[in-house]
């Protein structure tokens, strides 16, 4: 069946423009997981949902991040004024309700310049 | 507080050579515990899990790992490697009672023809 899904694959962008990152997790999948990859690190935890209900928010680093759910499918992760730190992997996992594996998307890599 | 330690950032083996990576974890829970492998430019897999059953777990393309509560190790083991398992690991602790995981800093496997 098909995974976890993420566009775009490459973005691009100038520092200062907004950004927004797509996910589309495996259907039937409740929960949903974002997560920052920066070069040579292993991925930070961003925000969290069930359904549409963001449960965790703790790991978004400031508040020019933001998430959404709207109908507990689909997730965009948007990232506004783009900072040269911002460059990274985002990645994004959804997960059943039975059990507790999560399921990798390929990741958005993302370049501010 | 949760956190992983992954004692050796790069790792080099010779091809049909054991392969041994090491991975330390601290956890207020009885943890649930993970190894998942990066290739380049592709997404995060999950190799095999650890959760509270068997305490020595096989996984996939014949990688096994064995969690020892009295060391708090999760140790990931090969008997043979294989060309294709040079990637980047990833060791992952997570709260039984809570989604959020933690990655550890990844260690870089290179196999040597």
């Known amino acids: 069946g098909a995974g976890v899904s993420q566009s775009p694959r490459y973005k691009v962008a100038k520092r200062g423009q907004d950004v927004a990152l797509r996910c589309d997790p495996i259907?039937?999948?409740?929960?949903l997981f974002w997560y920052q990859q920066a070069l040579g690190q292993g991925p930070e935890f961003l925000t969290y949902?069930?359904?549409?209900?963001?449960?965790?928010k703790s790991g978004l680093p400031s508040d020019r991040f933001f998430a959404e759910r709207p109908e507990g499918s689909v997730s965009t992760l948007k990232i506004q004024r783009t900072q040269q730190e911002d460059s990274a992997v985002y990645l994004c996992?959804?997960?059943?309700?039975?059990?507790?594996?999560?399921?990798f998307g390929p990741g958005t890599r993302l370049t501010v310049l | 507080a949760q956190s992983v330690t992954q004692l050796d950032s790069h790792v080099s083996v010779s091809e049909g050579t054991p392969v041994l990576l090491r991975c330390n974890y601290s956890?207020?829970?009885?943890?649930?515990l993970f190894w998942y492998v990066q290739h380049p430019n592709k997404g995060l897999q999950l190799l095999l899990k650890?959760?509270?059953?068997?305490?020595l777990v096989k996984g996939i393309n014949g990688f096994e790992a064995e969690f020892k509560k009295s060391e708090t190790s999760f140790h990931l083991t090969k008997p043979s490697a294989h060309m294709s398992d040079a990637a980047e690991y990833f060791c992952v602790v997570m709260k039984t009672s809570y989604d959020k995981v933690i990655f550890g800093p990844g260690t870089s496997l290179s196999v040597i023809p």
């Open positions: 949902f069930q359904n549409e209900a963001q449960l965790d």
């Open positions: 650890y959760t509270s059953a068997a305490t």
């Open positions: 956890s207020s829970y009885s943890p649930s």
């Open positions: 259907s039937g999948h409740v929960s």
């Open positions: 996992a959804s997960r059943s309700d039975y059990g507790d594996t999560q399921y």
